[in-house]
């Protein structure tokens, strides 16, 4: 995306008659910048120049009179005047079309958004042909009802219409020859709130929303646009009639890091047509896990998001997704909790073991292991994986063996597998550690996609899909896209030729 730009003045909401010039830089993957000519701390004393300059608001006025409101703005580049260098200041947001002179005046009735790749993700318009005659067919665009979900006291609306682009630009004298007719899908997502809420409250539940088509897609979406209406805009325009412009938000553009490529659709997990008839009660679990299960989903979302992620990180990633994942099945389901023994019982043994600790080392060497001593009363990594293949994936295993290219039939051998990769992960610092057979690369790849599944299912169970849905997802992917999946995941181990590199 292009650079956008607005110069003008530039003033903190406690001090309107210091006005600086300046300018705003707004760069998708790059930031937000303000850029002042002088600072608003220019006068003051020597002590208070030193001091971390970060004020939540600055207003501004460009040149053709636009209102801009800056929103947790943070100085990169402090003003010194005697070399002459401008002040430069790094801003989280820009609200452009109105000034919020408070931080809690930045309220909202409705915000709309857009992020990448939501036409692939929104499927519901549809083209329909119609033959009339013999020699003439009639296409139909047919956009279907907004779809409305209820979270909390959120109602989310999922828009999707077409619209026609060239048809209409001849002029009224000419012969109108129409060869091509250029269709553009128009998708957005709609949050309103019952009663106007804080930005910081939308933010929240675009962040969700965009894990949730991340999900789907099987692939990173980043924000792209939003659009808000506040109360502050509102002006009347006849006896009964008002008028509220749209307020135009960039928001952590430096995090838009993306290049548009063709998605397979084979890769998606699902679309929202996939799930349309029960999208409310999916996306009610899905805000609802995401508060009990946000460990769980930043350790799978950051192998999506970071692409410095090596493949030894990402198995060590889904690892520690899964355990944070059985604890806390195992502590809803089992009365034991996600302790081997309880916790009674568990404190008589270890009284018992630091007795014997303190009686065999010196006081250093006891604390160090007494310290310690709870992760033994903890399951080993072998007993959570049985766990969650047996309660998440159970009697249907072998239903899923049948459909999912390549997955887990033995179980046993693929826990050995897992245990052996970790502790070799893990004792990569002691080279006289010795592997009958150690894991090559694709191995390691081909273990790390069944962590992802196994993950996936775990998550997919929780948001309440069936397993007859499930296994319709996983039958679309073909042997062919399971080994180009492989060799994107062996592509990323670089200069590793035979064997993945150890951390």
């Known amino acids: 995306m292009k650079e956008i730009q607005y110069t003008g003045v530039w003033w903190l909401p406690e001090a309107p008659d210091n006005k600086v010039s300046g300018s705003l830089s707004i760069v998708y993957g790059d930031g937000i910048f303000l850029t002042l000519s002088e600072s608003f701390n220019k006068d003051n004393d020597t002590d208070n120049e030193l001091k971390a300059f970060n004020p939540t608001i600055i207003l501004g006025k460009s040149i053709n009179n636009t209102e801009i409101t800056l929103y947790n703005c943070y100085e990169i580049v402090p003003y010194l005047d005697s070399i002459g260098m401008p002040?430069?200041?790094?801003?989280?947001?820009?609200?452009?079309?109105?000034?919020?002179?408070?931080?809690?005046?930045?309220?909202?009735?409705?915000?709309?958004?857009?992020?990448?790749?939501?036409?692939?993700?929104?499927?519901?318009?549809?083209?329909?042909?119609?033959?009339?005659?013999?020699?003439?067919?009639?296409?139909?665009?047919?956009?279907?009802?907004?779809?409305?979900?209820?979270?909390?006291?959120?109602?989310?609306?999922?828009?999707?219409?077409?619209?026609l682009g060239?048809?209409?630009?001849?002029?009224?004298?000419?012969?109108?020859?129409?060869?091509?007719?250029?269709?553009?899908?128009?998708?957005?997502?709609?949050?309103?709130?019952?009663?106007?809420?804080?930005?910081?409250?939308?933010?929240?539940?675009?962040?969700?929303?965009?894990?949730?088509?991340?999900?789907?897609?099987?692939?990173?979406?980043?924000?792209?646009?939003?659009?808000?209406?506040?109360?502050v805009k509102r002006e009347k325009v006849g006896k009964k009639t008002y008028r509220i412009d749209p307020i135009q938000i960039f928001h952590n553009v430096a995090k838009f890091h993306q290049e548009?490529?063709?998605?397979?659709?084979?890769?998606?997990?699902?679309?929202?047509?996939?799930?349309?008839?029960?999208?409310?009660?999916?996306?009610?679990?899905?805000?609802?896990n995401s508060k009990l299960f946000e460990r769980v989903y930043n350790a799978y979302f950051e192998m999506f998001y970071n692409k410095q992620v090596s493949l030894e990180h990402k198995f060590l990633g889904l690892i520690k997704a899964l355990e944070i994942y059985h604890d806390y099945k195992r502590k809803v389901n089992d009365s034991n909790s996600f302790n081997v023994l309880s916790e009674d019982k568990w404190n008589k043994v270890k009284n018992e073991i630091v007795k014997l600790i303190n009686n065999m080392l010196s006081k250093n060497e006891a604390n160090i292991l007494?310290?310690?001593?709870?992760?033994?009363?903890?399951?080993?990594?072998?007993?959570?994986?049985?766990?969650?293949?047996?309660?998440?994936?159970g009697k249907h295993s072998k239903e899923l063996n049948e459909v999912i290219d390549e997955f887990i039939t033995d179980e046993n051998e693929f826990i050995?597998?897992?245990?052996?990769?970790?502790?070799?992960?893990?004792?990569?610092?002691?080279?006289?550690?010795?592997?009958?057979k150690p894991i090559k690369k694709n191995e390691l790849a081909n273990v790390v996609l069944n962590l992802k599944r196994l993950l996936e299912i775990c998550i997919l169970r929780d948001l309440g899909f069936s397993f007859d849905m499930i296994k319709n997802i996983y039958s679309k992917r073909s042997v062919k896209n399971l080994k180009r999946q492989l060799k994107e995941m062996e592509a990323e181990l670089m200069n590793d030729p035979n064997m993945f590199r150890k951390s």
């Not at 939501?118 to 329909?128: F, G, P």
């Not at 310690?372 to 049985?386: S, Y």
């Not at 245990?419 to 592997?435: K, P, Q, T, W």
Request: glycine residues 2%; hydrophobic residues 40%; contains cysteine.
């Open 260 to 288: 548009f490529i063709s998605l397979n659709e084979v890769d998606f997990l699902f679309t929202c047509k996939d799930i349309k008839d029960s999208l409310e009660k999916i996306l009610q679990n899905w805000f609802k």
């Open 416 to 436: 050995k597998k897992v245990v052996m990769i970790g502790n070799m992960l893990s004792d990569s610092a002691n080279e006289n550690i010795l592997y009958d």
């Open 87 to 163: 002040t430069k200041l790094y801003c989280e947001t820009a609200f452009i079309g109105v000034h919020f002179p408070k931080e809690e005046d930045i309220k909202f009735i409705d915000l709309t958004f857009k992020c990448t790749y939501l036409d692939d993700w929104l499927k519901i318009a549809a083209v329909e042909l119609e033959d009339v005659s013999k020699d003439e067919t009639i296409v139909k665009f047919k956009n279907p009802k907004p779809i409305k979900v209820n979270i909390d006291d959120f109602t989310i609306v999922f828009k999707s219409k077409f619209q």
């Open 370 to 393: 007494i310290t310690n001593l709870d992760c033994l009363n903890r399951f080993a990594l072998q007993e959570k994986l049985k766990y969650l293949l047996n309660n998440c994936l």
């Open 166 to 231: 060239g048809l209409f630009e001849a002029k009224e004298d000419q012969f109108l020859n129409i060869e091509e007719i250029k269709v553009y899908p128009k998708k957005s997502i709609i949050i309103r709130p019952s009663n106007e809420r804080h930005f910081t409250d939308f933010l929240k539940m675009i962040s969700h929303l965009l894990r949730f088509i991340s999900l789907g897609l099987n692939y990173p979406v980043y924000l792209q646009e939003i659009k808000g209406i506040s109360e």
